[in-house]
Each structure stands twice: as structure tokens, then as C-alpha cells.
């Protein structure tokens, strides 16, 4: 797949492509480094649910907002990659479509480290999960939603060999993520994440507000048209 409308959430695509919550995809840049010192215990704590979480949440009744992606379409092999949703939608939220709305913890995983780090460094994240894909499969080109509506930050624990990409209008970006650090992503572009190797690819994936951001300025560029 290589175009945004092969993937994705048709019917919300209006409301992810701009907002007022930070700069547009355009004035940032398609990747950088935010933190490099995430502790052992929150790496263990994701490594821990991984390894042991029995199931897929991609498409289930708990996991409202996926059910509005082709999962078969967005993944090239649906069976080898999967979603562990951490944090559920609000009981009584009248939009499931809206990540700002994914803040309610699940009880049934010890996530205690997980929700400290992501608290005192990004103050609000939205929609934590934890992205696992097998060996020799890739995530298909796509875009997810614009910066001034959120911004996604990830946390690798196991990519050695993996790689995410971008697709610009002037360039082709390719992030080799290093575990223990935590990266902002540009998903306002097109990009992938490949994994050719025999290893399973493990990261938390989350939405954050630009202005919680640390360091957020290094993060703007005027450089991608």
C-alpha cells in the first residue's frame, strides 16, 4: 500500500488532518529523540505484557477505535501482528474515534511503571499500547493523524533490525530506534515500520499533546514541504 486511503479511518479522516493543538506535519520533523533514559522497570514492565498477553486487541469490542481500520489491509500479516490496548475508552465518552477520549487504565495489567514514566514525562497520554509484530512482516504505508490534532511517541524495548519509514513530498526518511529511548514520530506522513528479521519488534506506542513534549522545539523544522 502506498497512499493514504488504502488504510486507516475513512470516515474520521476530516478531523485527523487538522487541529489546534500544535503545528501541522509540515513544520515538524518526521522523527527526533525525546528522552533517552526511560527506566529498566517501565522496559521490563512492556516486555513483561508482551511476552505473556494471550490475544490480539486489533478490531475487539475493547478496542473501539481499531474497529474503524481495515486491519487486514493496514497489516500485511494480520496474524503475526497485534495490539495490546493499555489504556481503555472513557466510560461514557461519546466519541470512540477520538484518542483524547483512551485515558481509563486497564486493571487487569500491572501497568504501575508504565503510567509513573508516562505521567511525569508527557503529564497526559492517550491511547497507550503495546505494538508487537513478528519477524519478516511490515506495516504498510499509511497515515495515521496530523500534529496540530496529536502527536505519537514511541518507546522501543526490542527493534534491533527493524526500521520506520517515511514518505515526504521531497524526501525518504528510514529511524533505526534504539531501545530505551523515546522517539517522536511524524504519523501526519506517510510512513511503515519493516521488520526483516527473525526477531519480534516490540515498542509502546502512545498520543500526547505537542505542548507536553519535552524539549518540543527541537521537534520543528521548516525544512518538509
Not at 486511503?5 to 525525546?34: A, F, K, W, Y
Not at 474503524?68 to 495490546?84: G, L, N, P, R
Not at 508516562?118 to 496530523?146: C, K, W
Not at 528479521?197 to 500526547?208: E, P
Amino acid at each position: 500500500m502506498t497512499d493514504d486511503n488504502s488504510c486507516l479511518i475513512h470516515d474520521t479522516r476530516r478531523s485527523r488532518v487538522s487541529g489546534n493543538n500544535g503545528p501541522r506535519r509540515h513544520q515538524m520533523r518526521t522523527h527526533g529523540e525525546v528522552t533517552s533514559d526511560v527506566p529498566q522497570e517501565v522496559l521490563d514492565e512492556i516486555l513483561e505484557i508482551a511476552n505473556n498477553y494471550a490475544g490480539n486487541d486489533l478490531g475487539g469490542d475493547n478496542y473501539q477505535i481499531s474497529q474503524h481500520c481495515d486491519v487486514k489491509t493496514a497489516f500485511t500479516a494480520s496474524e503475526t501482528y497485534s495490539q495490546i490496548l493499555l489504556q481503555q475508552l472513557d466510560e461514557g465518552a461519546d466519541n470512540e474515534v477520538d484518542e483524547t477520549n483512551y485515558n481509563n487504565w486497564r486493571d487487569d495489567l500491572s501497568t504501575s511503571a508504565i503510567q509513573k514514566y508516562l505521567n511525569d514525562t508527557f503529564q497526559t497520554p492517550y491511547r497507550a499500547r503495546i505494538s508487537v509484530m513478528h519477524g519478516g512482516n511490515e506495516l504498510n504505508y499509511h497515515i495515521d493523524t496530523d500534529t496540530s490534532v496529536l502527536c505519537r511517541v514511541q518507546i522501543p524495548v526490542q527493534t534491533k533490525g527493524s526500521l520506520f519509514q517515511w514518505k515526504t513530498k521531497k524526501e525518504e526518511v528510514s529511524l533505526d530506534m534504539q531501545a530505551g529511548r523515546t522517539y517522536f514520530v511524524n504519523t501526519g506522513w506517510l510512513h511503515r515500520v519493516t521488520n526483516d528479521t527473525d526477531n519480534t519488534r516490540i515498542v509502546l506506542i502512545f498520543g500526547v499533546d505537542y505542548n507536553n513534549i519535552p524539549n518540543k522545539e527541537q521537534l520543528l523544522t521548516g525544512t518538509i514541504l
